[in-house]
């Protein structure tokens, strides 16, 4: 467990995989309820207001730390869910809620004063006027910072407001600006911003196309890929594009991010914590990566090697690639 360290947040996307994620070290574990309350809102997911109880109780046991993640935006005239939402993590003791919407951060502040707020990655806050009113406004402790910062932005961002920042560890690269992604909307009726769900499995097909596999979400074609060639799950961001006559990855490709090689630079710039990704990946993926960091982590508070084996992580990412995705701006 964390003593002074860095703090590893850990994804639990069931009461499977939060179990897991304690048992193989984790200093908090992030869940949501099973609604579109939160950013992760798929069939077989998440939890109800016994299932959280019962992880809270599971985790507090053993010196773990259980946020709840209400990071979706609520539509004007239907607010009783997330208010919902907050009371019930509150009831159930939950140690922080992971906020986006405005109303829903004015929400807890008025009604559940003592429940912890952190500010969702959701929220996009990257720089330090927008972290600062939030913190003046909502008393946020912590905010979860977009995977479009270098670690020099990161320590100056922390140095500037004094805030705890979390960071991205493992897992999705992200793309561009975080918290405002409607794309997914457009090609089958739902966004992870809105209904807490990008590109639904029953929206995706896989069809054999001239020896090549083509990948649809809804009545479009996002990719086409060669035989043996790694193949992502169909998201509009991960989605191959034609310009100037080719065809490309504009916005993420399938790689996974991987900070195990860069942990004393996180460290040293003042970060808090650590967020590894993965409420929809299963629980066997949360005790290896969640085991990994662990190692490395503690190795890193005895002063010995920090990047650990980042080789057996290679099987849980993405496109059997990683990268440390902006953090190093290889391209400045």
């Known amino acids: 467990m964390s003593l002074g360290g860095l703090e590893l947040v850990c994804p639990a996307g069931t009461p499977a995989a939060l179990?897991?994620?304690?048992?193989?070290?984790?200093?908090?574990?992030?869940?949501?309820?099973?609604?579109?309350?939160?950013?992760?809102?798929?069939?077989?997911?998440?939890?109800?207001?016994?299932?959280?109880?019962?992880?809270?109780?599971?985790?507090?046991?053993?010196?773990?730390?259980?946020?709840?993640?209400?990071?979706?935006?609520?539509?004007?005239?239907?607010?009783?869910?997330?208010?919902?939402?907050?009371?019930?993590?509150?009831?159930?003791?939950?140690?922080?809620?992971?906020?986006a919407d405005i109303g829903v951060l004015d929400?807890?502040?008025?009604?559940?004063?003592?429940?912890?707020?952190?500010?969702?990655?959701?929220?996009?806050?990257?720089?330090?006027?927008?972290?600062?009113?939030?913190?003046?406004?909502?008393?946020?402790?912590?905010?979860v910072?977009?995977?479009?910062?270098?670690?020099?932005?990161?320590?100056?961002?922390?140095?500037?407001?004094?805030?705890?920042?979390?960071v991205f560890a493992f897992g999705s690269?992200?793309?561009m600006s975080e918290g405002r992604c409607f794309l997914s909307s457009y090609l089958c009726g739902v966004s992870p911003t809105s209904e807490g769900a990008c590109a639904p499995a029953n929206h995706v097909a896989y069809l054999d196309?001239?020896?090549?596999?083509?990948?649809?979400?809804?009545?479009?074609?996002?990719?086409?890929?060669?035989?043996?060639e790694p193949a992502a799950y169909p998201t509009p961001c991960k989605g191959r594009y034609v310009t100037h006559g080719r065809a490309s990855y504009l916005f993420e490709e399938p790689v996974a991010l991987n900070v195990l090689g860069i942990l004393p630079e996180l460290k040293a710039a003042g970060v808090t914590a650590l967020k590894i990704e993965g409420r929809q990946r299963s629980r066997a993926y949360v005790a290896e990566?969640?085991?990994?960091?662990?190692?490395?982590?503690?190795?890193?508070?005895?002063?010995?090697?920090?990047?650990?084996?980042?080789?057996?992580?290679?099987?849980?990412?993405?496109?059997?690639r990683d990268t440390v995705g902006a953090y190093r701006r290889g391209w400045r």
């Open 107 to 143: 929400y807890a502040t008025r009604r559940q004063p003592g429940l912890r707020r952190h500010l969702s990655v959701q929220a996009s806050a990257a720089n330090a006027p927008s972290i600062r009113f939030y913190r003046e406004h909502f008393d946020v402790k912590r905010v």
């Open 19 to 99: 179990r897991a994620a304690v048992d193989a070290g984790a200093d908090s574990v992030y869940c949501g309820f099973r609604d579109r309350t939160n950013a992760r809102n798929y069939p077989g997911l998440n939890f109800d207001v016994a299932d959280l109880a019962e992880g809270i109780a599971y985790a507090h046991q053993r010196d773990c730390k259980v946020l709840v993640a209400i990071n979706t935006f609520a539509p004007a005239g239907d607010v009783a869910p997330w208010h919902r939402a907050v009371d019930n993590a509150a009831q159930a003791g939950a140690d922080a809620v992971i906020l």
């Open 145 to 166: 910072l977009p995977r479009v910062l270098s670690v020099a932005e990161v320590r100056a961002l922390i140095e500037e407001t004094g805030i705890e920042a979390e």
């Open 209 to 228: 196309a001239d020896g090549r596999v083509l990948s649809k979400l809804g009545r479009v074609t996002l990719n086409a890929f060669a035989p043996g």
């Open 289 to 320: 990566v969640v085991a990994t960091f662990r190692q490395a982590l503690d190795a890193l508070e005895r002063c010995e090697s920090a990047a650990g084996p980042r080789e057996p992580l290679r099987t849980q990412a993405e496109g059997g």
């Open 173 to 175: 690269v992200g793309p």
